[in-house]
Nanobody, 123 residues
Framework: QVQLVESGGGLVQAGGSLRLSCAAS????????MGWFRQAPGKEREFVAT????????YYADSVKGRFPISRDNANNTVYLQLNTLKPEDTAVYYC????????????????WGQGIQVTVSA
């Protein structure tokens, strides 16, 4: 079992930045590939980024590529999502998730989820 807790969300103006953190507890963090997803009101949950167990491989949704780098610190059981050049359309609840797969691009491939954290970008 893995418990995931997100932090770092909030309200920011367009063009600003935030850094989301996801702290993991439970089984060995480095056994899991990690991902970030987001869900805007009235929309389905969508993939944002994923990082492999060692951190050597990352994949991004086209909408965030070049703006939202994902990283992880296996020594501190934490995965990060740096949100740069934020746009109003980035407003959503952001979720981190863990998978035993090599990596995951779809929500159904993830085994554990955090509770989510709100990011609101004002115009």
């Amino acid at each position: 079992q893995v418990q995931l807790v997100e932090s770092g969300g909030g309200l920011v103006q367009a063009g600003g930045s935030l850094r989301l953190s996801c702290a993991a507890s439970g089984r060995t963090f480095s056994s899991y590939a990690m991902g970030w997803f987001r869900q805007a009101p009235g929309k389905e949950r969508e993939f944002v980024a994923t990082i492999s167990r060692s951190g050597s491989r990352t994949y991004y949704a086209d909408s965030v590529k070049g703006r939202f780098p994902i990283s992880r610190d296996n020594a501190n059981n934490t995965v990060y999502l740096q949100l740069n050049t934020l746009k109003p359309e980035d407003t959503a609840v952001y979720y981190c998730a863990a998978t035993l797969r090599v990596y995951g691009l779809n929500a159904g491939e993830y085994d554990y989820w955090g509770q989510g954290i709100q990011v609101t970008v004002s115009a």
